[in-house]
């Protein structure tokens, strides 16, 4: 923290008491991450989780019950079957408000979108025109189409009839105490002098990608998206953050966009030609013959590694999601009945639909003989060039060239916890999500650096910290916002840090990075900009913006 109350570079919410009118929250999904956000709002800022919407009825209780109601009756205006009920219920509370009804609930002040991936540009386009603050988890929507959709509706929401509303992404990278020292070290400490090259690594660990991309909901480009963009793309952002950005979120300098973008990437391993002989035609890893010799069988990995340790949450709970109140009530034997049976569920290739299979996960498949098609192994290279075409080395403003590569690998020890190395012209950075190492190249010195975790429970899980960073700055500028007077554009910058332009250039840079992989080609990035988003013919969804400014209460 500086004299200006600036949190590396943003705004720091003020610790203290509550606002007169904390900002009330909708949760729209109750999954693993609409609980995360429920849990650092709740924990750790001034917004209040007021009302869920969430189609499974159990996930729709536990989160209600943790964040909302406790022990009392939940009322109607707390919990919606889908967020086209809460869409229905707040257009109908506004008119009975308009019409003088004292007894309309009070109003919910910002969102935060944590369904499937493939639903936040229908929930998004829906929320807009409701006048609501909106934090969507990552990705932004699972095509390129759907993201510009999302950027022209919010774009569009600033109108003389209606007021701009803040826009946050769930790049929790940003927000991390480890990260956030970093980005200051480099850019305005300038630590190892000009960075010239980054090599940024996410490793996704041996098993969470077995879970999350080979047997569960992300393994499929045709029915998710590819995996650069439903795990890495906070990843890009972050590259982007660090080598795009001015160093103060609070200025005005453009920033230094990159030239040029290659990759390269394949499904390496968990494909059938890598099934070990001794397997023979199993399918599924209940009745398969080396099944306690594997890795990947599933009674390893969600059984005896979690349940049969007492862990109930991630990723046990989504195979089965009730597992929880079953360890509760029943006990762990039956937990463990109950697991069984899930993980022995299975299909007949050559007599199950491709429409049946692609329709729900499969957990106890084998990973070689699984239906996903998403890359294992991938790499980006990212080029800027130097811009003295534009600013000569003189100026303030001068951008020299530098490169990016990122690698995501599926086959590690470490799970999700980011390293890398930053080469300056003055020294070189090592850091590994928890440590930074700055070595001098003049002293030959090396200093250590290790930001607080904020998250002490599970740094892996949360981020880094990243989760409960997040979630204060967004309802920090909510407070602004509402509560201060603050410009929309200005807590945007100031408490976020990202523009809504900020997210739709990563989002675009992944999908640029896919058709370089696809296409084998190197993609001119300035040029495919300028005809896959500023010229590309979006048709207009069937949403409406409405005069939101003194409806919500």
């Not at 949190?7 to 609409?34: E, F």
């Not at 499904?267 to 594997?294: D, L, Q, V």
């Not at 390893?300 to 999601?321: A, C, F, M, N, S």
């Not at 937990?335 to 729900?360: C, G, N, T």
Request: proline share 5%; glycine share 6%; hydrophobic share 35%.
């Amino acid at each position: 923290m500086d004299a200006n109350n600036r949190w590396y570079g943003l705004t720091n919410p003020p610790a203290g008491s509550l606002p007169a009118s904390s900002p009330r929250v909708l949760i729209v999904g109750a999954g693993s991450r609409g609980n995360a956000y429920a849990r650092a709002i709740t924990n750790s800022t001034d917004g209040v989780v007021a009302a869920v919407a969430e189609p499974i009825a159990n996930k729709r209780r536990a989160l209600g019950k943790k964040y909302i109601w406790q022990n009392a009756t939940p009322q109607p205006h707390q919990q919606f079957k889908d967020w086209h009920d809460f869409v229905a219920y707040e257009e109908n509370r506004r008119r009975r408000l308009q019409a003088g009804v004292a007894d309309a609930e009070p109003a919910i002040d910002a969102a935060c979108i944590c369904t499937l991936d493939t639903q936040h540009v229908d929930v998004i386009l829906a929320l807009v025109p409701l006048g609501l603050h909106i934090l969507s988890e990552k990705p932004l929507a699972t095509t390129l189409k759907d993201c510009v959709a999302i950027h022209r509706a919010l774009a569009s929401s600033a109108s003389p009839r209606t007021q701009a509303k803040l826009f946050g992404i769930g790049h929790v990278l940003r927000y991390s105490p480890h990260n956030m020292l970093l980005r200051k070290l480099l850019l305005q400490d300038k630590i190892i002098g000009d960075v010239l090259s980054i090599e940024h690594t996410e490793p996704v660990g041996w098993w969470h990608f077995s879970h999350s991309y080979v047997r569960g909901n992300w393994r499929r480009e045709d029915t998710t998206a590819p995996s650069l963009l439903t795990k890495s793309c906070h990843d890009i952002d972050f590259i982007l953050w660090l080598l795009c950005g001015p160093a103060d979120a609070h200025s005005t300098e453009a920033p230094h966009l990159p030239t040029t973008v290659i990759s390269n990437g394949h499904r390496a391993f968990f494909k059938r030609s890598r099934k070990p002989a001794a397997a023979g035609g199993a399918t599924n890893c209940m009745r398969c013959p080396i099944e306690r010799k594997c890795n990947y069988s599933a009674k390893k990995i969600y059984i005896e590694r979690h349940l049969q340790q007492g862990h109930t949450g991630w990723p046990v709970d989504i195979v089965e999601p009730e597992i929880e109140e079953l360890f509760q009530e029943q006990g762990r034997h039956a937990a463990d009945r109950v697991l069984h049976q899930r993980l022995a569920e299975d299909y007949d290739r050559r007599k199950a639909s491709p429409e049946y299979i692609q329709s729900r996960n499969w957990f106890g498949r084998c990973v070689w003989e699984s239906d996903n098609d998403v890359c294992d192994d991938q790499t980006v290279t990212i080029v800027w060039e130097d811009d003295d075409e534009f600013h000569p080395p003189t100026s303030t403003t001068y951008h020299a060239a530098k490169t990016a590569t990122f690698h995501q690998i599926a086959h590690t020890e470490a799970q999700c916890a980011r390293r890398g190395r930053v080469y300056g012209s003055l020294g070189e950075v090592t850091y590994d999500s928890r440590t930074i190492r700055v070595y001098d190249f003049a002293s030959g010195a090396a200093e250590e650096f290790s930001p607080t975790q904020t998250d002490f429970n599970d740094p892996i899980a949360s981020h880094g910290g990243g989760d409960t960073g997040l979630a204060q700055q967004f309802i920090g500028a909510v407070c602004a916002v509402e509560h201060e007077g603050m410009p929309v554009d200005r807590a945007q910058k100031q408490y976020l840090g990202c523009t809504p332009e900020d997210v739709l250039r990563s989002h675009a840079m992944v999908f640029a990075a896919e058709e370089a992989r696809k296409s084998k080609t190197v993609v001119d990035w300035r040029r495919w900009w300028q005809q896959n988003v500023e010229e590309a013919p979006i048709a207009p969804r069937d949403w409406q913006m409405v005069d939101t400014s003194d409806a919500r209460g």
